[in-house]
């Protein structure tokens, strides 16, 4: 039987495919519930720290991947469309009820965009969400399964693995204050 952690690499890539925040989620919440006790017997647990580190960073390269630099979330996208005011209708009107073929095609694309935008923004908020919780469990894992020994080797993973720059400097700068205290 696969353990958990095991489940998250397919996790991932189901996510990069769909973007469904759920899968991201699932991802998440089997990372956070391994343990080393929870792996595989005679598993050496300074691997299955350094694998979960791994897994971690690319829960946060998936984050990145998806995220919207400079996303402007004071910007909500509109829930109801308006049709053309030629057409004199009301927002959120079937676009049936527009007799104009051309207004009616104007109403039906700009529906598709504002949709679009719904979509992207509910994304880019579920998505700053699940951030702060993957943060945080990274950080219980950083506290509770390493070492100030382990501060080198887990600088080389982040090095290596994190594809954002800001994010790579973020969470070293972070790893080495978790640890600076620690033995």
């Known amino acids: 039987m696969r353990t958990t952690m095991d ?7 189901q996510f ?10 699932r991802a998440l919440d089997a990372l956070a519930s391994t343990t080393a006790a929870s792996t595989a017997p005679n598993s050496d647990s300074s691997d299955v720290v350094s694998q979960k580190t791994r897994l971690f960073l690319d829960v946060f390269n998936a984050i990145d991947g998806k995220s ?5 979330f004071d910007a909500r996208p509109s829930m109801t469309t308006a049709p053309p005011p030629e057409s004199g209708l009301p927002a959120g009107v079937d676009p049936e009820s527009i007799a104009d073929p051309t207004l009616r095609a104007r109403y039906v694309k ?21 951030d702060r919780e993957a943060a945080e469990a990274f950080e219980r894992h950083i506290e509770e399964g390493c070492r100030q020994a382990d501060a080198k080797i887990l600088d080389k993973i982040i090095e290596d693995t994190v594809r954002s720059k800001a994010r790579r400097e973020f969470l070293k700068s972070r790893v080495s204050a978790l640890l600076q205290h620690r033995r």
Request: proline share 2%.
């Open 68 to 72: 919207i630099a400079n996303f402007n």
């Open 7 to 13: 489940q998250v690499p397919e996790l991932l890539r």
């Open 110 to 130: 700009d529906i598709a965009i504002d949709q679009q935008k719904v979509r992207t923004y509910k994304l880019q908020s579920d998505l700053r969400k699940i």
């Open 16 to 25: 990069d495919r769909t973007e469904e925040i759920e899968v991201l989620r």
